[in-house]
């Protein structure tokens, strides 16, 4: 499964969560035009802030990703990285669900 392209990509799995659950989330079209190692995901829902980066299964974060990830949790900020595993394992669609208020659903 790739991270960001396809139909059946985790990028295309996480659009159809947004849709489904009514979340906002904004992911940028073009990250070359974007500031270096933003994470691919901002989603915003009645349960707070989520900022998430997709990457392939054994993907490795860049430097600017790491800087980003470092700074948004020393702020508070609920940080992490989405994997196909954690397509697979339940954990994103549990997250979303606890960030659309709707705990218990999945």
């Known amino acids: 499964m790739s991270e960001d392209r396809g139909p059946d990509s985790l990028d295309a799995h996480v659009r159809r969560y947004l849709k489904d659950l009514g979340l906002r989330g904004f992911h940028a079209h073009d990250a070359r035009r974007s500031e270096a190692g933003y994470p691919d995901w901002t989603i915003v829902g009645v349960g707070g802030v989520l900022f998430r ?54």
Not at 53 to 74: I, S, Y
Not at 82 to 98: K, N
């Open 53 to 106: 980066e997709l990457k392939t299964q054994r993907g490795k974060l860049a430097k600017d990703q790491m800087a980003w990830a470092n700074e948004l949790v020393l702020a508070g900020a609920d940080w992490d990285t989405w994997r196909p595993e954690d397509l697979l394992s339940g954990r994103v669609a549990r997250e979303l669900t606890a960030l659309a208020g709707l705990r218990g659903v999945t």
